[in-house]
Structures are given as C-alpha cells and as structure tokens.
C-alpha cells in the first residue's frame, strides 16, 4: 500500500462522521442532475465515483485536506477517502444501518444543515457585490477617527536601577540600539526597534509615555507589568487608511456576515420561539446564537 493510500485510510477513519456524511448528502441531491455529463473517476463494487462527486469533497472537506497536497496530489488524496468511505457506507447499508432511528436522526440534522448552508451562501453571494463592498469600505474609511502612529526604539530592563544604567550609558553619547541589543530583556525587538505603533497598541503607561514625547527624544525609565522601558521615540505620522485592494477580503467577510446576521435577525423577529431552558419572557430579547460556520 502507497504512503498516500496510508494516509488517505487513516483520514477516512478520523474524518467519517458528520463531514463525511454531509458530503454524501449532497452527492445524492446533485448526482441525479449532473450524472450525463460527469466523468467517471472511479468505481467501487460498480458504484461510481465521478469528478463531480470530487469537486464536493473537496469543496466539504477544505482544511481537513493536508496544506501541503496541492493540484493533482490533492485530488489524488480526496479520491482515496471517497473510495474508502464508499467501501464503509456499502458495509454500513448491508448492516441496515440507514434503518435505525440514530440514522435517520443524524440524516435530518445534516439535511437541515445543508439547507441552511444553501441558503446562506445565496445570501453571501448575493451580498458580496463590488458595490456593497465599496460602499462598505468608504463608510468604514470616513468614520475613521485621526489617529497617530509612532516609530520608537526601546530597552526593557527589570529593575528601575538597571534602566537607570541603560539611560546613563545612552545620554552619554553611546547608540541607542547598541545598548539595546547588549542589556534590552525583549527579544522580539531587534537593536530595541518596536516598528510602527498607534497608541492602543502598547500598554497603557508605555502608550501614554510614546504620545507624550517628541521625535528624538529619550524618555526616563518607564514602568509597566513587563518591566522598566527607557524608550526612544523615533518619528511620528498620521495613520493612513489602508487601500482597498489591500483588505478587500475583510471588507468582503464583513459584507457577507452583515447580510446573514440581519437576515437570520428578521427570520428571529416573525418567528415564534420557545425555549425549555429559560423564562418564556426573556425569548423576545435573547441575543441570537451565531450561525455555525463550515470549516
């Protein structure tokens, strides 16, 4: 056996639960449709497995895939689990295992959550239009209050004499992040450089000391939960927003859980809900749980 049938049979085992079951799901509602023009990938005691049963799991099944698998490896991969979780569904039909109540219970869970999935992705795409999320993007850029960002070096010591000393050594003429790089207790500060920062960034007493400086100056030794700072600030400029091609998948993602969160909030306001585990009058003011998301 291949180390990638190996691996394909341990993934089939771990993975045969509700993923597993989902993607069956949804190769039986598609299959009917789409079998004239699919392509055979493989047959399993005559069973048959086609590109658009692969192009589901593969869908489903997302991370659980190993990142490393990539083109005709990947699919490679996904095959194998459809073949070996053919082999066991074939096993689990001939136990009349589709006859029990168990089955029947998870059957309709998963097909409620495919709906619900289905319905959610319409509304996705329908929502994430070029439009909606320049839209999104302009009200988030013009609500954006001024902000300052600052550029600073700093030596963290861990008793105030030690700051002292790192201070002493600076102010007598010595390169701020020679001193940095021999005495400071950050290590991911090379030579002491913090980069750019804005103010709620850093700790309090840190932020507050930065905001209060000017460039070039070297402030005297600053405590906070992680020690003494003597920091340098370096320069200052204001915070520019970022361009649009630069976060247009957040803005994106924003876009989508807007339109789902209001819709499922409207289904909630005309629905009549009643819950066992709480006082019927705090239903109509409950927070609504989230919307599972597939993983």
């Given at each position: 056996?291949?180390?990638?049938?190996?691996?394909?049979?341990?993934?089939?085992?771990?993975?045969?639960?509700?993923?597993?079951?989902?993607?069956?799901?949804a190769?039986?509602a598609?299959?009917?449709a789409?079998?004239?023009?699919?392509k055979?990938?493989?047959?399993?005691?005559?069973?048959?497995?086609?590109?658009?049963?692969?192009k589901?799991?593969?869908d489903?099944?997302?991370?659980?895939?190993?990142?490393?698998?990539?083109?005709?490896?990947?699919?490679?991969?996904?095959?194998?689990?459809?073949?070996?979780?053919?082999?066991?569904?074939?096993?689990?039909?001939?136990?009349?295992?589709?006859?029990?109540?168990?089955f029947?219970?998870?059957?309709?869970?998963?097909?409620?959550?495919?709906?619900?999935?289905?319905?959610?992705?319409?509304?996705?795409?329908?929502?994430?239009?070029?439009?909606?999320?320049?839209?999104?993007?302009?009200?988030?850029?013009?609500?954006?209050?001024?902000?300052?960002?600052?550029?600073?070096h700093?030596?963290?010591?861990?008793?105030e004499?030690?700051?002292?000393?790192?201070?002493?050594?600076?102010?007598?003429?010595?390169?701020?992040?020679?001193?940095?790089?021999?005495?400071?207790?950050d290590?991911?500060?090379?030579?002491?450089?913090?980069?750019?920062?804005?103010?709620?960034?850093m700790?309090?007493?840190?932020?507050?000391?930065?905001?209060?400086?000017?460039?070039?100056?070297?402030?005297?030794?600053?405590?906070?939960?992680?020690?003494?700072?003597?920091?340098?600030?370096?320069?200052?400029?204001?915070?520019?927003?970022?361009?649009?091609?630069?976060?247009?998948?957040?803005?994106?993602?924003?876009?989508?859980?807007?339109?789902?969160?209001?819709?499922?909030?409207?289904?909630?306001?005309?629905?009549?809900?009643?819950?066992?585990?709480?006082?019927?009058?705090?239903?109509?003011?409950?927070?609504?749980?989230?919307?599972?998301?597939?993983?």
């Amino acid at each position: 056996m291949s180390h990638a049938r190996k691996n394909a049979r341990s993934f089939a085992r771990a993975a045969l639960g509700a993923t597993a079951l989902a993607a069956l799901l949804a190769m039986s509602a598609a299959g009917a449709a789409a079998a004239a023009a699919a392509k055979t990938l493989a047959k399993v005691n005559g069973v048959e497995i086609t590109d658009d049963d692969l192009k589901l799991a593969m869908d489903d099944l997302g991370s659980a895939v190993p990142r490393q698998l990539e083109g005709k490896a990947r699919e490679t991969y996904v095959l194998d689990f459809l073949i070996d979780e053919q082999l066991v569904v074939q096993k689990a039909q001939a136990d009349k295992l589709a006859e029990t109540p168990e089955f029947a219970k998870k059957l309709a869970y998963l097909r409620d959550k495919a709906l619900m999935e289905t319905l959610l992705g319409d509304v996705a795409q329908k929502a994430a239009t070029e439009a909606a999320i320049k839209q999104a993007y302009d009200e988030a850029a013009k609500n954006q209050k001024p902000e300052t960002e600052y550029r600073a070096h700093h030596i963290l010591a861990p008793t105030e004499d030690e700051a002292k000393a790192a201070l002493k050594r600076v102010k007598g003429g010595e390169d701020f992040g020679k001193v940095a790089t021999e005495l400071s207790k950050d290590p991911g500060a090379k030579g002491g450089d913090l980069g750019w920062f804005t103010k709620d960034r850093m700790v309090p007493e840190f932020g507050e000391a930065a905001a209060k400086m000017q460039p070039g100056q070297i402030s005297d030794p600053v405590k906070t939960q992680f020690g003494w700072h003597i920091i340098k600030l370096d320069e200052t400029r204001p915070k520019v927003f970022p361009p649009l091609d630069q976060v247009k998948d957040q803005v994106a993602r924003y876009v989508v859980q807007k339109a789902q969160s209001e819709l499922v909030m409207k289904l909630r306001d005309g629905a009549k809900i009643e819950r066992s585990d709480q006082p019927a009058e705090a239903s109509p003011g409950a927070k609504p749980a989230e919307t599972p998301k597939k993983k």
